[in-house]
Each structure stands twice: as structure tokens, then as C-alpha cells.
């Protein structure tokens, strides 16, 4: 099939129209494990897909969700990381189960910046509420160094290896702030941006390094290539990150042009590696993480619509067009597709949840980018 992403496109905006509802965008429309609650980070990506396509129906179910987030919003500032609904109440609310999930945070106001910008809420309506979350990523930072040392399984990789200062989570509070600077006119916030995105460059970038570090901290820099982080650094354009046209070109030589699609983290860690038993015992549900899948070396379609949007955001639509090419000509090879969650490296088998909103994000995302949208609104 020459256009797969087109055949897939209304199929994959039907799924986030049926997942949003009156109290927010769920995960995904099956009830396995968690996957039927409603996440910060999920939802607001499915709304960004929504502002970007202008659909009525997705825009409200974010509008629904930042509605649930604000009223489930700790004394301190807290975001959930999740809230299942039953019966049209909400039945119960995490903030993390094996480590507070402080992507939440980031997500949320990305989320509310954005729907500011846009025009679908008042920004004075949440006024208070991005004050504490401000105030409290400040507070958590705590030693004024504009990094947020995040613990292990604090952000959507919440199974794998690494913490510290998550280069991922440094980014989204940079995007944030600098959205919510403009909309706010709150110009420390925007300074405090550009301050985290020079730190990044100062910091993440070894001489001899390929690409950045996916986290820093007191013991060790971890060295894992991260597709999450820098589909993300390249989203909204700083002049500052002289470094991250190299990590494109890196990536594209290594996989893209080989006829690979880029994993989430590289390299895959296996039996008899330094970091496999902390990997390996180290889950919710069930393990998994084995070689080449899941967040160890597996492949997700939301990182790649994420990258193929930045890739365009810093003019390198070449790249962009080859990463698409290389998506459609996996899809159209495949008898049946699902929105599973992600693609395993090895065998290159379609794996994890299906109907899974994460998964029709990025291929809207892959979409859109074909069709040259504008993505102004996210910068």
C-alpha cells in the first residue's frame, strides 16, 4: 500500500474520538491491566493531536481532562499520573505506584499552555493551579541548578534503567515553561527555559558523544540513546542546541538509512549486561522488558511521529520523508494492524495493548507531518 498513513489516519482519529469522553481521553478502549485509565501524558498527547487537526470532539476530551487533573490536584501542586472512571465517577487516583510520576506535571501544563494558546480555555481559570505546579517543580529542583533529579520509573519509560537528570524530563519542563511564559506573559518563566535548554547543552553533550546522554547523575551518565528525549528536543526550536542536528544525523545514519526504524532506547539491554538484573526485577505487572521489546530496544509509533515532527521543525524534511517512507513500508506489510503499542526490534512483530491512544497519536503525528502541517502552535 503506497499510503498507508492516509488509510490508517481515520481509523487512528475514530480511536481518540471514541476514547475521549466527558471525563477525559482514556489510554486506550481496552480494559487490560490499567490501560483503560485516563493519563496525563497520554491524554494530553491525544489533545495535541486534536488542536493540531482542530477535532471538536478530541480538544474536549483535553478540555475534560485538565478539568479532572485540576480538581484531583494535590494540596502541594501534585498531578496525577492517572484516574480510572467507573460509572461516570472516578474510582480511583494514582500518583504513581512504584515512584511518583513527575512527567505528569510537565504534560499538564504543556497541555494547558497549549489549549491557552489555541483558545479552548481561560487562562485565568488556571491561573492558581499552574502557579503550584510551577512552584512545585521549582521545589523539587531544589538546588537552583534548573535540572529535576527524577527517581526511577518517575516518567513514561517507567520499567526502565535509568534516573537522575532525565534529559526527557528536563526538556518537557523547558517546553512548558517557555509555552506558559508567552501565555502568561510571565517573562521569568521564560528565561528559566532557556537557562534548562543551555544547561542541557553544557551538560548532555560529551565530546566523542553521538548524541546526548539520556540522564546524568552523581554516579554514572547514562549513555542509552533516548528517541523520546530527542524527538522532544527538536519540537520546539532554541538556537541554543548547537548539538542536536548532530544527534539526527547520527540517528539517521544508524537506523533510518539502514532500513531500521530507531527504537525508544539503544542499545538493548540483555543477559549479562551491567544494568539487565536491575531491568529485570524491576516491573509492575509482569516483566516486560525482555530483549528488543517494550522500553528495551522495542519500537513505538508515538516517539516516531514525535521525531518526525521535530525532525520538520528544524528543517530537515529529508529526514522526516525517510522515516515516513520507512513507516508506511512496515505497515504495509502487515495483514493486520491494531495501534498495538509497539513494534519488537527483533522480529519486528507487532506487540503490547492494542487500541492503544499512544500509538494512533503518533500515527496522526506521522500523518500530519506528511502532509506538511504547521506545527507553529507547538513552538
Not at 499520573?81 to 505506584?97: H, L
Request: one cysteine or more; a negative charge.
Amino acid at each position: 500500500m503506497d499510503d498507508c498513513l492516509s488509510y490508517w489516519k481515520d481509523g487512528a482519529l475514530q480511536l481518540l474520538r471514541q476514547a475521549s469522553g466527558s471525563m477525559g481521553i482514556r489510554a486506550s478502549l481496552q480494559n487490560h491491566d490499567n490501560y483503560n485509565a485516563i493519563f496525563t501524558r497520554d491524554a494530553v498527547m491525544a489533545g495535541i493531536a486534536g488542536l493540531l487537526l482542530d477535532d471538536v470532539i478530541v480538544i474536549r476530551g483535553l478540555e475534560n481532562t485538565l478539568l479532572q487533573l485540576r480538581k484531583l490536584q494535590g494540596q502541594q501542586g501534585q498531578v496525577p499520573s492517572n484516574y480510572q472512571v467507573r460509572d461516570d465517577a472516578i474510582d480511583s487516583v494514582s500518583y504513581g505506584t512504584l515512584s511518583p510520576k513527575l512527567d505528569a506535571c510537565m504534560w499538564y501544563l504543556i497541555g494547558i499552555g497549549l489549549m491557552i494558546r489555541c483558545g479552548h480555555v481561560k487562562g485565568a481559570d488556571y491561573r492558581e493551579s499552574v502557579n503550584k505546579v510551577v512552584y512545585l517543580l521549582e521545589a523539587i529542583e531544589y538546588n537552583g541548578n534548573h535540572l529535576i533529579y527524577m527517581p526511577r520509573g518517575g516518567n513514561w519509560a517507567d520499567e526502565y534503567v535509568y534516573e537522575g537528570y532525565i534529559l526527557s524530563d528536563q526538556v518537557l519542563r523547558a517546553w512548558a515553561l517557555s509555552i506558559l511564559g508567552q501565555v502568561y506573559g510571565r517573562k521569568q518563566w521564560s528565561e528559566k527555559s532557556k537557562k534548562i535548554y543551555t544547561k542541557i547543552e553544557k551538560l548532555y553533550k560529551a565530546e566523542g558523544m553521538s548524541h546526548y546522554y539520556c540522564s546524568i547523575s552523581p554516579a554514572r551518565n547514562y549513555t542509552y540513546f533516548d528517541l523520546a528525549a530527542h524527538a522532544l528536543l527538536g519540537v520546539q526550536i532554541t538556537s541554543t542546541l548547537k548539538g542536536l542536528s548532530n544527534s539526527y544525523t547520527w540517528l539517521m545514519s544508524t537506523f533510518v538509512n539502514k532500513g531500521k526504524l530507531p527504537p525508544v532506547f539503544d542499545p538493548v539491554i540483555v543477559k549479562g549486561d551491567c544494568d539487565w538484573d536491575l531491568l529485570s526485577n524491576y516491573h509492575l505487572f509482569e516483566f516486560r522488558n525482555k530483549p528488543y521489546h517494550y522500553h528495551n530496544g522495542g519500537i513505538w509509533f508515538i516517539w516516531l511521529g514525535w521525531l518526525s515532527i521535530g525532525l520538520t521543525n528544524n528543517n530537515l524534511g529529508q529526514y522526516s520523508s525517510a522515516l515516513i517512507e520507512l513507516v508506511e513500508r512496515y505497515l504495509g506489510g502487515q495483514l493486520k494492524f491494531e495501534f498495538e503499542e509497539y513494534i519488537s526490534s527483533d522480529n519486528l512483530h507487532l506487540c503490547g495493548t492494542q487500541q492503544l491512544c499512544y500509538s494512533a497519536t503518533g500515527i496522526l503525528f506521522l500523518w500530519m507531518t506528511k502532509n506538511n502541517y504547521n506545527f507553529e502552535i507547538l513552538e
